[in-house]
């Protein structure tokens, strides 16, 4: 029987003990109502015949008597309940006589025994009475105390929103840990998540029992606890309610909730191409290192190459090459680790830039291994279709204590990547004197940006010699740099102009003086023949209003486009290939030459070298230096100088300083040559002495 049906029950049986107890308290009242007629009826009895004895008889006191008999006296009086109205007319018509007596003496007796009827009833009615009080109060007390513990429970149960109804599982625990109530969803739990015969409590934590102390102790009204049930993950939160003694736990399976959240944290924290940890992971790793007197080093490297495939080929292309290239680059990464070491964190810091977060400081030997592995990854090509793809890459790196920020560490690295200077493959680590230099090239970028107007740039002409004839053939337009009295390499100066954007000013100016020069020369038979060779940087190459300024130069200086040639490095038509051939149309459409300036110095490969309208191919100096090495080195330059005829391409040598030199590239049959053997870069007057004296020498 549940609680609510045996408090119904209960009022049920106290209603009837009341009605009941009302009845008899009824009936009581009657009976005491009697008994007290009776009585007055037989005292008034007594004085009647005391009355009806004196002498003389006393009519008043008989009259006043017989009135107070007759109204006092029960409708029916004895044991057989004679009717009174007999005995009323008896008192009412009274006659001294015997049988008055007698009858008298018999209304008397009968008036006794209803008397002692009556005082028995009373007894029983009273005992009756007493009796229902003492049952109706113990009744009410188990009601009472039947609708106390019913209101607490129905307390609780208010407290909890609509625990019934609930479709998540819903637990009621005392402040001792002991459960209380569950509802039907908690049992929906057990069946499904637990092994047959599983208990409740154990879709709770193991310990819920002192940790529910705690949560006591520390006077702490909420808690929100995660625990792990085969496979699902559910979220349990407490609510305390210290008035009541009660813990309700709400429980909830946050299994695919907390798949998503994973899944879209895996996607804030991740690139979404190669799958690494991006720049919020990297910076969130650093900042929140566990051990601050743990070292952390960065190594971040820069890849070059990645915009021309994405300009060729497309985007789907250039993320397959990036996911490679990032296999690749893990594998480096990670192959300067020993089985001790803890696991490193790489990552896509960008498009092109990858890096990887190493705990603790790479020894110096770590670092040359570490470059070693790192220039592995770019020897063998990329390949896609029928072509091979060549990518370069510089890398920097600096280690700090954890206490450094992610940001002071991030400049650090991005101070050493800075300092390489546009080499084609290096690898530097940071330390003080970068930022010195760093400092130093912030003073000449200052002193650069006013270059121009106030003409410190200079142009100066070196010489180049045709080999079959012996005579100038042109000169390499060179810019220099003339700072406080003190000469500026352009290695200096050049990786800072186009990291400003200043090289757009500074290449316009040349353009300009060159075609100045070009029309001076014109008018001067001895050197009327010869074509100056200008070098344009990538930057400058690349940049969407370069024919249109090209042009206008034109305009300004109309020199005679045949009389000049156009330099372009190697590495610059394998990055963007499509806009290199583009632009180079566009050229050659206005009149110019084309040369490939340092050839051999990247990733060489000769097929695309019938692709591209060029002129003439300029051998690096890297190679001529090593031609006295033997006929390993001369057979690289004799099949660079005969693919290049084939293809109908002029040669010519950069760096000849030996008459040795000289005679080798003769014997390979080079077209021409540049260097010192022949002539220094010189200014234009002297440049121009110079080609007479070499006319006058003829």
């Known amino acids: 029987m549940t609680a609510r049906r045996g408090l119904f029950v209960l009022v049920a049986v106290s209603i009837a003990m009341v009605v009941f107890s009302v009845s008899v308290t009824i009936r009581l009242q009657r009976v005491v109502a009697i008994t007290n007629g009776l009585i007055e009826s037989f005292d008034a009895l007594d004085s009647w015949q005391v009355a009806t004895q004196q002498t003389p008889v006393d009519q008043q006191a008989i009259v006043r008597n017989a009135n107070i008999i007759v109204n006092s006296i029960p409708s029916v009086i004895g044991e057989a309940k004679r009717d009174s109205a007999s005995f009323i007319y008896f008192l009412r018509q009274y006659q001294a006589d015997e049988t008055a007596q007698a009858n008298a003496a018999e209304l008397k007796d009968m008036l006794v025994w209803d008397l002692f009827d009556c005082h028995r009833l009373q007894t029983q009615y009273t005992q009756l009475v007493s009796l229902s009080q003492v049952g109706l109060s113990i009744l009410i007390l188990c009601i009472g105390v039947l609708s106390y513990f019913m209101g607490r429970r129905a307390q609780d149960y208010r407290l909890a929103p609509f625990p019934e109804a609930n479709p998540n599982p819903v637990f009621g625990l005392n402040y001792r840990g002991d459960l209380i109530y569950t509802n039907d969803a908690v049992h929906r739990a057990v069946a ?36 792990n049930v085969h496979e699902h993950i559910f979220q349990l939160q407490l609510q305390l309610l210290p008035k009541h ?24 924290y991740h690139d979404p191409v190669c799958m690494l940890a991006n720049r ?56 300067v680790l020993t089985e001790h070491d803890r696991k490193p964190l790489v990552f896509r810091f960008d498009a092109n830039l990858f890096g990887c977060l190493y705990q603790g400081e790479l020894a110096t030997e770590v670092h040359r291994r570490l470059e070693k592995a790192l220039e592995q990854t770019v020897l063998a090509p990329f390949s896609f279709g029928k072509r091979d793809y060549y990518f ?18 991030i400049q650090r690295v991005n101070l050493a990547l800075h300092s390489i200077n546009g ?29 121009v107007e106030l003409d410190e740039l200079q142009m100066l002409y070196q010489p180049q010699q045709d080999l079959r004839t012996g005579k ?60 100056i060779a200008v070098n344009v940087s990538a930057s400058e190459f690349t940049r969407r209003n370069f024919i249109a300024d090209v042009k206008s130069a034109l305009n300004d200086y109309p020199v005679n486009p045949q009389k000049i040639q156009i330099e372009l490095t190697e590495s610059l038509l394998i990055e963007d290939e499509s806009v290199a051939i583009e632009r180079m149309h566009e050229l050659k459409a206005l009149g110019f030459s084309l040369a490939i300036d340092d050839f051999g110095t990247g990733y060489s490969s000769f097929s ?64 021409q040559l540049q260097g010192y053997y022949y002539g220094r870069p010189m200014s234009a007057s002297q440049a121009t002495i110079f080609a007479t004296g070499q006319t006058e020498a003829l």
């Open 192 to 227: 499904e998540y637990l092994e047959p015969g599983g208990e409740p409590t154990q879709l709770l934590p193991e310990d819920y029992v002192t940790q529910l102390q705690e949560l006591v102790n520390r006077h702490q009204l909420h808690e929100v606890w995660v625990h």
């Open 392 to 409: 370069h890459i510089q890398s920097g790196a600096a280690s700090a204590p954890a206490s450094v920020s992610a940001r002071q560490l």
């Open 472 to 531: 100038l053939v042109g000169f390499e337009a060179l810019m220099r740099w003339h700072l406080k009295g003190e000469v500026i390499s352009p290695a200096d100066f050049i990786p800072i102009a186009e990291r400003t954007g200043l090289i757009h000013s500074m290449g316009n100016w040349a353009l300009r003086d060159v075609f100045k020069q070009a029309i001076d020369w014109d008018a001067l038979p001895a050197v009327d023949n010869t074509v």
């Open 423 to 451: 080499c084609e493959a290096a690898y530097r680590v940071y330390d003080h004197r970068i930022e010195a230099d760093v400092q130093q090239r912030q003073r000449i970028e200052q002193s650069l940006r006013r270059a």
């Open 245 to 268: 003694d009660r813990i309700h736990i709400y429980a909830e399976d946050i299994t695919e909730q907390e798949e998503i959240r994973a899944r879209n944290a895996f996607i804030a």
């Open 280 to 335: 919020q992971k990297l910076e969130q790793v650093i900042d929140q290192s566990d051990d601050p007197a743990q070292p952390l080093t960065l190594v971040m490297t820069v890849v070059s190459g990645m915009a021309g495939v994405l300009s060729t080929q497309g985007l789907a292309v250039a993320d397959r090459f990036a996911r490679e290239f990032s296999i690749r680059l893990r594998s480096a990464y990670v192959s």
């Open 608 to 671: 695309y070298l019938s692709r591209f309208p060029i002129d003439k191919l300029k051998i690096d100096r890297s190679f001529i230096v090593n031609l006295k090495n033997g006929a390993r080195d001369l057979a690289v330059v004799a099949a660079m100088v005969d693919v290049a005829h084939q293809l109908d391409i002029e040669v010519i040598a950069e760096g000849v300083e030996q008459d040795s030199e000289r005679q080798a590239l003769i014997s390979l049959g080079c077209d």
